[in-house]
């Protein structure tokens, strides 16, 4: 989809749809939707009197202008109570109006800056109408080969304004961040006999290769020569080799690496011989999109020229049974020289996460942001909405927090006290790799941390990896979370 700005009125647009919105409670209509309640001869104020227009957000009204327009189409969107619009709110209803349009086979739109007379400013409302209208109007029909009726796509927004150049910056910058979200989306939606460890590190190598950073991937003879247990132990049941993914982007004039993002690369996730049930097991092809989003932030942060210096670490393996499988009760040594009891071989992340951390730490990165589906009972406690966060240091947690908050993917942190690192005691090694039922996304983290030594670290459970259903811009499928999260932090830590 083209996104292109322009500057003018958009009732003088000649398109198929033009976009005006609407608050909720409002008795009148303003800016654009004024101007095109006018041409159509007060229809919207019509509308709005009889009750079918309530501007709630996300509510979608359509009035045909039956030549009354140069464009066909009026498109109501509400953005909910005025008082009450942020970025987030524009991003969703730039999503659902898009939708909308699409499944009435619409091809070009024109819209003006929703929500500048709430108070957003025009930047900040055009990237996320970017943002909304390509993570909205995703999907993802690799492995479909019939042709669906009414399955139309969008080839041009236009969005219209008073200065054409900020707007086209923004775009830009939506773009980009778009990209990076529906990079991760691909990657988890691809199936696990497609997205496999290989695949991951071909892909890291294309994107290194496109935007210019440096990627390295270690293999099984790497991996032992520097005592990756975790990783190995966890890919010795499968017949795909695991990979050790590095991509490095250097953005300053110095060898300091500022931020590792740390992703779990689990390709398939069976639970290895403690086995999952078969009911959705199909999801777990989706437990590498910690990997995925890490990947996709690096992307992005190179395209953005942030100066600043990071690099995404990405172990990848599937976790399967077989005769080679590690087994509960197994004892491996991780990177760091930790030993670890292997007591439910599905707690797998950690494993692999252990020797991540332990490489980000060797190299002595600055800070530590890791990012992974990892528990079961981060979801139970969460739900599939808010990322559960945990951390050593409470200035990094904070950033990562309001950051997260500034885009819409919320995070809420997790206590990290000492007791629950009772639970993950061995008996016969250092630490074991699960606790007993209660407080398990915590005890997670706390095995993390055994990893991690003095360096700042902020841990995300990725609980929101996934949707079930289309909701602003939220798709069913992979959501790309947390990779505008992890794009506002590194905007933030970079230097101006
Ligand atoms: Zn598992
Ligand atoms: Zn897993």
């Known amino acids: 989809m083209e996104i292109k700005a322009i500057t003018g009125t958009i009732v003088e647009i000649e398109t198929d ?40 957000l996300n509510e979608v009204n359509i009035i045909h202008s039956l030549g009354r327009l140069p464009a066909s189409r009026v498109v109501v969107v509400g953005l909910g109570k005025k008082k009450e619009l942020n970025t987030n709110k524009v991003r969703g209803a730039a999503a659902e109006a898009c939708r909308y349009l699409r499944g009435k086979g619409v091809a070009n739109i024109a819209t003006g800056v929703l929500g500048t007379d709430a108070g957003i400013k025009t930047e900040d409302a055009v990237q996320a109408m970017t943002e909304g209208a390509l993570l909205g109007l995703y999907t993802f029909r690799r492995y479909i080969t019939r042709q669906e009726n009414g399955f139309g796509e969008i080839k041009q927004l236009t969005i219209v304004g008073q200065e054409k150049r900020p707007i086209e910056k923004a775009i830009e910058r939506g773009r980009i961040i ?67 993914i590095i991509l490095s982007y250097k953005g300053r004039d110095s060898n300091d690496i500022d931020l590792a993002l740390v992703g779990k690369g689990l390709t398939f996730d069976s639970g290895g011989i403690s086995i999952k049930p078969a009911e959705h097991m199909e999801d777990m092809k989706g437990d590498m999109a910690g990997g995925a989003s890490v990947m996709g932030t690096i992307m992005a942060v190179a395209q953005l020229k942030l100066k600043i210096n990071v690099t995404a670490l990405v172990p990848a393996t599937e976790n399967m049974p077989s005769g080679s499988a590690q087994k509960p009760g197994d004892v ?66 904070d950033k990562v927090v309001a950051a997260s908050k500034e885009v819409g993917e919320p995070t809420w942190q997790m206590p990290m ?63 790309g979370a947390p990779v505008r999260t992890l794009i506002n932090v590194v905007m933030g830590m970079a230097k101006k």
């Open 178 to 244: 778009a990209g990076a979200a529906i990079y991760a989306r691909d990657m988890v939606n691809e199936p696990g006999n497609y997205m496999t460890p290989t695949r991951m590190a071909e892909t890291a190598r294309q994107v290194a290769k496109e935007y210019g950073l440096k990627v390295e991937v270690f293999d099984r003879e790497k991996m032992k020569e520097l005592g990756m247990g975790g990783l190995l132990g966890v890919s010795q049941g499968s017949q795909q080799p695991p990979k050790f």
């Open 332 to 397: 491996i040594i991780a990177m760091n020289g930790k030993t670890i009891e292997v007591i439910n071989t599905d707690a797998e992340g950690r494993l692999i996460l252990a020797d991540a951390l332990s490489y980000a730490v060797k190299n002595g990165v600055k800070a530590i942001i890791d990012v992974a589906t990892l528990t079961g009972a981060c979801q139970i406690a969460l739900g599939k909405i808010t990322i559960g966060a945990f951390t050593n240091n409470q200035p990094l947690l």
């Open 17 to 56: 749809a033009i976009i005006v919105s609407h608050y909720e409670g409002a008795k009148r209509t303003e800016g654009d939707a004024a101007a095109a309640d006018k041409a159509l001869g007060g229809a919207i104020t019509q509308l709005v009197k009889q009750g079918d227009i309530k501007g709630k």
């Open 417 to 479: 006290f000492d007791e629950y690192k009772e639970m993950i005691k061995s008996d016969i090694a250092d630490i074991k790799n699960t606790g007993n039922r209660y407080g398990g996304a915590i005890t997670a983290a706390k095995f993390l941390e055994e990893f991690v030594g003095e360096t700042p670290w902020v841990h995300l459970d990725l609980t929101a990896s996934d949707s079930d259903k289309d909701k602003g811009y939220i798709v069913k499928g992979a959501t």
